[in-house]
């Protein structure tokens, strides 16, 4: 597609259920970046792919998240057990390739409440 | 990757040009300069990116100071759909970083 779409746009899980959120990237593009935003203007990094192989996981909190990139799927992000903190936008972005001199691409977000 | 630092506000009349300004002192040589917003809670919007050279594009201006230090996102013709928060991110050539490193951004509000 044209843009990146990630689904569901809105998720509510209580405590300690799963969460699974979806990414699907522009057609074509090789990387995918994960961002989480808990509060107004701050992005948090969590883990980028290269095709299906993960980039960067520096982001990625060693317990209950995982992601992965598998070929002709969307990309997914699974966050076990949730905690109320971790209610907040979710967003995945795509670019064609990772150089300094490429923009990434962002999709709308999925609003992850955790009741 | 640098730091940046930019206003935490400004305003901006509808029909004006509004200059976002964007310092980043500690820019090395191979870093870009890049320009995303973020309107109400929608994605981060890519806008503009720059070396040194000042560039344009349909959305805006980006002027690069001569020693890199600072930078100025120009919108030339602000409308009330331009009020968001705006992002100025230096990355890392040379592989490019790995990701893009937000800060805190500018909210700008047009206003009538």
């Known amino acids: 597609g044209e843009e990146v779409a990630q689904t569901p746009k809105h998720l509510v899980r209580g405590e300690g259920q799963k969460a699974k959120l979806y990414c699907a990237p522009i057609?074509?593009?090789?990387?995918v970046f994960w961002y989480q935003q808990v509060l107004k203007n701050e992005f948090k990094f969590l883990i980028s792919?290269?095709?299906?192989?993960?980039?960067?996981e520096t982001g990625m909190p060693k317990e209950r998240f995982s992601a992965k990139c598998l070929p002709n799927s969307p990309c997914s992000l699974e966050i076990q057990a949730t905690k109320l903190e971790d209610s907040a936008v979710y967003f995945c972005?795509?670019?064609?390739?990772?150089?300094?001199?490429?923009?990434?691409?962002f999709g709308q977000g999925t609003r992850l409440t955790v009741v | 990757d640098a730091k940046t630092t930019q206003p935490t506000s400004m305003d901006c009349a509808e029909g004006r040009a509004a200059n976002l300004p964007c310092n980043h002192s500690?820019?090395?040589?191979?870093?870009?300069v890049y320009w995303y917003r973020q309107i109400h809670s929608q994605g981060p919007q890519y806008i503009i990116h720059?070396?040194?050279n000042n560039e344009t594009n349909e959305m805006a201006s980006l002027i690069i100071t001569e020693d890199r230090k600072s930078s100025t996102l120009i919108l030339p013709h602000a409308t009330l759909r331009d009020t968001a928060v705006y992002y100025c991110?230096?990355?890392?050539?040379?592989?490019?970083?790995?990701?893009?490193?937000f800060g805190t951004g500018t909210q700008l509000k047009v206003e009538l």
């Open positions: 057609k074509g593009h090789s990387y």
């Open positions: 972005a795509s670019s064609q390739q990772w150089t300094e001199n490429t923009e990434a691409f």
């Open positions: 720059g070396l040194k």
């Open positions: 500690t820019i090395s040589g191979n870093e870009y």
């Open positions: 792919f290269q095709n299906e192989n993960v980039f960067d």
């Open positions: 991110i230096v990355r890392v050539a040379g592989g490019g970083g790995n990701k893009l490193t």
